[in-house]
């Protein structure tokens, strides 16, 4: 089949995924007792992006269940990219369920053997997971204690090790550079566009796309 019609096919299945993503969302965020927002890129934010980066994955990834399978996390990625942004809030009904995937993709023989996910001994994924979120962590402690207010919150700690767990080494480290990259970008355009230096943004948004650019450099 040809790739670039495969790509619109996905596309249009990344575009129903992110619909979906956004309904998700706003459930959750009812249960977490907040209003869900009604700006434009809060409704069509997800199905947008998931549609354009599920085009670039199947032009880029020929294995099926491979892309099937990372395009899953993408959508775990994509709702935190928005849900962040919109509340400042990772949540841990959505991190809980995506770490154990994550983890059942890296431990288990069978995916390993059969659709080649991961090219790294089991343990890999674990260990990384567990240092990037203590290294979050001593960020944040250590942000708090210099700035006397919340550096990373809890919901960052959760996402690096989410992304350890997904990416495995040296991958993780790449994602959170990219990750941080991107946030700096961010932080310029909140101290232009506000015109001063107060105010906080959310940096799990960034650090989400950091890993959605390292998980399609993945052998």
Do not use: C
Not at 124 to 153: P, Q, R, T, W, Y
């Amino acid at each position: 089949m040809n790739p670039y019609l495969v790509a619109v096919l996905w596309a249009i299945v990344g575009a129903a995924g992110g619909s979906l993503v956004r309904w998700g969302s706003v459930r959750l965020a009812r249960l977490e007792e907040l209003e869900p927002g009604a700006k434009w890129w809060q409704r069509y934010g997800p199905p947008v992006l998931s549609a354009a980066v599920f085009a670039v994955y199947a032009l880029q990834i020929t294995s099926v269940p491979l892309l099937l399978v990372r395009s899953i996390f993408v959508l775990v990625l994509v709702q935190v990219i928005f849900f962040d942004f919109e509340h400042h809030l990772i949540l841990d009904r959505v991190m809980f369920p995506a770490m154990v995937l994550a983890l059942l993709v890296s431990i288990s023989p069978l995916i390993i053997s059969r659709l080649g996910l991961w090219q790294q001994p089991w343990w890999v994924g674990i260990a990384v997971g567990v240092g990037a979120g203590m290294l979050f962590l001593l960020l944040g402690v250590a942000g708090s204690a210099l700035f006397k207010a919340e550096a990373l919150g809890f919901g960052d700690v959760k996402l690096a090790l989410f992304m350890g767990l997904l990416l495995g080494w040296p991958y993780t480290v790449t994602a959170l550079f990219y990750g941080v990259l991107l946030a700096a970008v961010g932080a310029i355009a909140f101290i232009v566009t506000h015109r001063s230096m107060k105010g906080t943004i959310a940096y799990g948004p960034y650090l989400a796309a950091g890993a959605i650019l390292m998980l399609l450099q993945l052998p």
